[in-house]
């Protein structure tokens, strides 16, 4: 399977990123384009909360993009939540055809990935990705009720909440593009640690980027930045050695959204974030505005994925994880 | 949003089904590849069991395509179980790079449409769909324990326990291609009866057909067959009226993958069949092989998918709908 290069240009011509409390707090806060300190965006529950996000960071970038909501050919979203119903409840509304996707935390790299396939064949001409998590829905879903308040290991990850949305277009308008993708093959290496999913992600990171290296002849010098999303402190550090022990050296250029969202000196966060939410804001957020100011050029977007649930864990299994890659330059 | 034409010929050059019990005993079990009447295909969980009816399936399909696994450009798979465990634990050892979906019981035509339009595209030469359910995991996961031994109520739709595999193709191999898909919309109607999901994912069905045949300026009697899947007896009557309200009449040709399963006479499954695994079975085991044999030769496949959880149940949320139709054809 090779790197697929678009055959027409798509560029995106909105992005948005939708925060809570501590990622606005964080080194990068200030590039969000909204957050609320109480992390309810004025509903009752926190699961109507993370589909509040996902409307809000759609309806934003559809102004930005300056196009009426009418225009969209397409949505591809997925979260955390059990049947993805953070995306399915907040995006209902817009009346746009939905594919509803599930990669777990790689799952904005997959709907870039199929948004801009789908414009670059020529099917669509302009497509959102959106995708969310939210601290308080993962936390009851996946581990303990917050209330309970369970000590975390130091290899634990925080769930982000936050949700991003990019509108992508075949229309000459945006600076960044979308020029290469390669989708994600599942790896699973035994890893049965649900708090260290970073070594679960990483082996998946470590396939896809190889892969990417080999089939296009290209290596990390020529790269301002590979971000992974997320990885964490851990799984940083797995990537980067497993890729060294290939005998290729990212560590200069590379970083991890996990590790971007939050301060690891002025915030407790173990081992960094994750979630669905974590590199959407990371990527809609910060990294494409970078970009848009010319401050990067050329960014390889590693998003990874642990596809496994708390049932599969409570029988034995281990995690498989997965990597999809997507190129964006200026 | 159009139908999209798929702009060169995709082809379907393997299909099969593998099922439980109930559906081996139903009217067109005889056309199902492979059957378990234990239900445990040799694992010792029912969600194991899942995962391994996925890997049985695609293995088969494989087979009867007479490709190479390693040939296979990608995988798009999708179920219902919390974080679609089904999918990525049954399919990960063929290491194809790998799309999750979820669509709930829409999932099948979801990664039918996506795999065509890969093709049709030229990214790929060859890829999978792969969906499944299993009654044993949806009741645990969304209903009552099975010893419990609830009462269901006439509405209700029993959750198939079948998995579905279809090898597309670029290549001139398969009698059966698909020529065009339209994506649906989320539509919500207000419906909460969560035993009556025929009657929540009807209208979704209505909006993507009644687009379709305004669009393509086609109506149904242009088919052999129009099969939704799973709408159940409320639901394809509900579609029926609702249509026949539009001055639509596809009482002569519709039918319903759910009713299809089962008997309703001497299998007692109230309203019908349902699941990610009820539409990709009847349409990977039966519907493609009628199409073979050369006795239907044109069927629009409209899988419905109820877009709810247990948890925005309990909270007070409706059951959004979504329809996705493919159009298959000798």
């Given at each position: 399977?090779?790197v697929?290069?678009?055959p027409?240009?798509?560029s ?30 004025g ?7 993370e ?7 759609l ?38 055809p ?16 199929l948004s801009?396939?789908m414009i ?8 959102a ?6 601290f ?5 879903q996946?581990r303990?009720p ?29 600076k ?5 993708v ?5 790896v ?15 082996p ?9 290296f ?6 990390p ?7 992974t999303?997320?990885?964490g ?6 990537l980067?050695?497993l ?16 590790l ?29 505005k ?9 960014v ?19 995690i498989?994880?997965?990597?999809h ?6």
């Amino acid at each position: 399977m090779d790197v697929i290069r678009l055959p027409r240009r798509v560029s995106i011509i909105g992005s948005v990123a939708v925060v809570g409390k501590k990622e606005f707090e964080g080194p990068i806060g200030a590039d969000f384009d909204l957050h609320d300190d109480t992390e309810m965006f004025g509903m009752d529950t926190w699961e109507k909360a993370e589909s509040e996000m996902q409307r809000r960071a759609l309806s934003l970038a559809i102004g930005k993009a300056k196009i009426d909501a009418t225009s969209l050919d397409a949505i591809f979203a997925g979260d955390l939540m059990n049947q993805c119903t953070g995306s399915a409840y907040g995006l209902k509304d817009f009346s746009v055809p939905y594919f509803g996707l599930y990669g777990a935390c790689s799952t904005f790299a997959e709907s870039l990935m199929l948004s801009s396939l789908m414009i670059g064949a020529g099917y669509f001409t302009t497509c959102a990705s959106v995708t969310s998590s939210h601290f308080c829905t993962a936390e009851r879903q996946f581990r303990f009720p917050l209330e309970y308040g369970g000590q975390r290991t130091p290899t634990s990850q925080r769930t982000a909440t936050a949700a991003g949305a990019a509108i992508l277009s075949a229309e000459n308008a945006g600076k960044v593009t979308i020029t290469e993708v390669l989708p994600g093959r599942i790896v699973d290496k035994g890893i049965t640690d649900v708090n260290n999913m970073g070594a679960a992600m990483a082996p998946a990171a470590v396939d896809t980027l190889s892969r990417y290296f080999h089939a296009t002849g290209t290596n990390p010098d020529g790269f301002d930045l590979i971000v992974t999303g997320d990885l964490g402190i851990e799984g940083h550090g797995i990537l980067c050695d497993l890729l060294l022990s290939e005998g290729i050296d990212v560590r200069p250029v590379c970083n991890d959204c996990g590790l971007m969202l939050y301060s690891a000196e002025s915030q407790d966060m173990h081992a960094g974030g994750s979630g669905c939410g974590c590199s959407a804001s990371v990527i809609a957020g910060h990294v494409i505005k970078r970009m848009e100011k010319g401050e990067l050029r050329n960014v390889l977007y590693l998003a990874t994925g642990a596809l496994m649930s708390p049932g599969s864990l409570f029988q034995g299994l281990s995690i498989p994880g997965i990597a999809h890659l997507v190129h964006l330059s200026v």
